[in-house]
């Protein structure tokens, strides 16, 4: 089902009863679940697509010629190419099926050892998650290459692109960047990141993690050469991933994983490669995951993408304005548009503490660094506060939301 | 179950006036904690006169558990030989896992509400295990995680 840029608004409320887990109450309270940018939960749909797949097809992937294996391999293969409808990939063949964000992120980062060499520059952001960053850390300490940053603006969490071109002239090879922040909540100008990269001879990698859920993604109009997300944080099931990859660019690379599935031809002294994505795809894959994740895809397309980004974002929009009144509070990211999330601190309430406070209230936030700890200590603050939304999520859960923070202002302050 | 028997009053007094914060320049003895996934992080200072704690203070930043939990913890230490702050760190470690209560010892016993909050305990504990390692010249980052 293809998204629907003139989407009639969705039942949101109607909605809700799609997601079992979302009916109890926790700690006498009913349910507000706002750690979506952690992981999101799961409608029925992809629930039930797990378990007919256990009950029904489950065999092992491209080996067999038995009937089950065939409609293993079959609902393996049309998960990739239902993936590569949903962010409009030139090819099946550019989807490579991983964990998750990160081992993308690992993956690109690892085959690209051979491709760099001292001189050469990474370019990051000062925004990046931890997963985003450490990976290209180890590879410029693996060649010698330099790892430089973006900056940040300060609370109001925009990139600093007074000096990009400074930078990306400075021998960049590979620039990453998240689509949206994890902790800010910016919504990074993607398209014009791409084609600086690619102006200066770079590879662009983007961090889709927070934003393949939540809002159209197409990765020929970025025009990216590498885009990462993961299953779990967009209704699909955890231990799921994509990597997108330009088809060009997986071919040259060397492979990441070695053993079964990733062959062409094996000798006891030598092995040749399976053509690319399987290349990158060695061992048993996740395949109950796929189709899981084919799933969660059908139903994100149902109601489509572009309402999908406007529900989260004004709910994260009201969010931000009227925390903004409660006392002592310091809100980040942008005051105007922004994803579905919002991070703050709380002055004398630390953000462990007002986790703690609102779970008491059936109330489910996180706190902590975020796996954006170098963020932070550039902000002054060690630890913060999200609220992060989805679907699901209601105007009425977002008053109980404000209704808490207040009360944990007042508690501990 | 009511959040005020995990923050008792002694906790958000404690967390918001925290006792002995400060270094000591006469300390003898320094180590440190970190809960690195949780962030917090503490330094213990301590002036140790033979086998006696003569002084002792901390700096550091957390949740209000592992703050208020410090700040008891120097009152608590202060003028102790070693053999009685190693009791006391085990009475403390019953009063956070078990939730027993010490009718003798009320600061302490403060933190019993923890227990019922598993993820807490190590919160309540870091500043110990940091205050324990300085008493005995070990200089390793004590971790609770």
Redesign the interface.
């Given at each position: 089902m293809k998204p629907s840029i003139d989407a009639s608004a969705p039942d949101w409320a109607a909605l809700r009863d799609d997601f079992p887990i979302l009916g109890q109450s926790v700690?006498g309270h009913p349910l507000v679940y706002f750690d979506n940018g952690a992981t999101t939960q799961k409608p029925r749909v992809v629930i039930e697509s797990l378990v007919h797949y256990y009950e029904h097809d489950n065999a092992n992937v491209h080996r067999g010629v038995h009937e089950l294996s065939f409609r293993a391999t079959t609902a393996y293969e049309a998960a990739r190419t239902r993936v590569a409808e949903f962010i409009h990939a030139a090819s099946s063949d550019e989807i490579v099926f991983t964990r998750g964000t990160t081992e993308g992120l690992n993956l690109i980062a690892y085959t690209f050892t051979s491709r760099l060499k001292p001189g050469d520059a990474i370019l990051v952001t000062e925004m990046e998650h931890h997963s985003n960053l450490v990976p290209w850390q180890l590879l410029a300490k693996r060649t010698g290459a330099r790892l430089l940053f973006v900056p940040v603006t300060g609370d109001d969490g925009l990139l600093d692109l007074s000096g990009i071109e400074g930078l990306l002239a400075q021998n960049v090879k590979l620039f990453a960047f998240p689509q949206v922040s994890n902790t800010l909540g910016t919504i990074n100008p993607a398209q014009e990141l791409c084609a600086r990269a690619r102006a200066h001879g770079a590879v662009s990698v983007v961090d889709a993690a927070q934003s393949a859920g939540h809002m159209p993604v197409d990765v020929q109009a970025l025009g990216c050469d590498f885009l990462a997300f993961s299953g779990h944080k967009m209704a699909g099931p955890t231990g799921i991933g994509v990597l997108y990859g330009r088809l060009k660019l997986l071919e040259e690379m060397d492979p990441f994983q070695s053993g079964g599935d990733m062959i062409a031809s094996v000798q006891y002294d030598h092995s040749t490669w399976n053509k690319v994505p399987h290349k990158f795809e060695a061992g048993t894959p996740h395949i109950a995951g796929a189709v899981g994740l084919h799933a969660a895809l059908d139903y994100l397309d149902a109601i489509g993408r572009p309402a999908i980004a406007a529900h989260d974002s004004q709910l994260a929009r009201d969010a931000y304005a009227r925390l903004a009144e409660v006392p002592g509070i310091r809100l980040f990211g942008p005051s105007g548009e922004r994803g579905g999330l919002v991070c703050f601190g709380l002055a004398?309430?630390?953000?462990?503490?007002v986790v703690?406070?609102a779970d008491?209230e059936g109330i489910a936030l996180r706190g902590?660094?975020h796996c954006t700890?170098p963020l932070w200590h550039k902000l002054g603050i060690?630890?913060t506060t999200r609220a992060s939304f989805y679907l699901y999520n209601t105007p009425a859960e977002v008053d109980r939301l404000i209704g808490v923070i207040h009360r944990a202002a007042k508690?501990?302050g | 179950m009511d959040l005020t028997e995990l923050y008792q009053s002694v906790i958000l007094e404690n967390n918001r006036r925290p006792r002995n914060y400060r270094k000591l320049p006469e300390a003898n003895r320094i180590a440190s904690g970190n809960n690195p996934v949780c962030g917090d992080e503490i330094t213990v200072f301590v002036q140790l006169d033979g086998d006696r704690i003569a002084d002792i203070s901390f700096q550091g930043a957390g949740c209000a558990i592992s703050q208020a939990s410090a700040s008891v913890m120097t009152q608590r230490l202060k003028g102790r030989t070693l053999a009685e702050a190693e009791t006391l760190f085990g009475r403390f470690k019953e009063i956070v896992t078990e939730g027993k209560p010490d009718d003798e010892d009320l600061d302490l016993s403060a933190f019993a509400g923890v227990h019922q909050f598993p993820a807490r305990i190590k919160c309540a504990t870091l500043g110990w295990h940091a205050a324990i390692n300085a008493v005995h010249g070990d200089s390793v980052t004590a971790s609770t995680e």
């Open positions: 700690h004398g309430a630390h953000a462990h503490d703690t406070f008491q902590g660094h700890q060690a630890a508690f501990f | -």
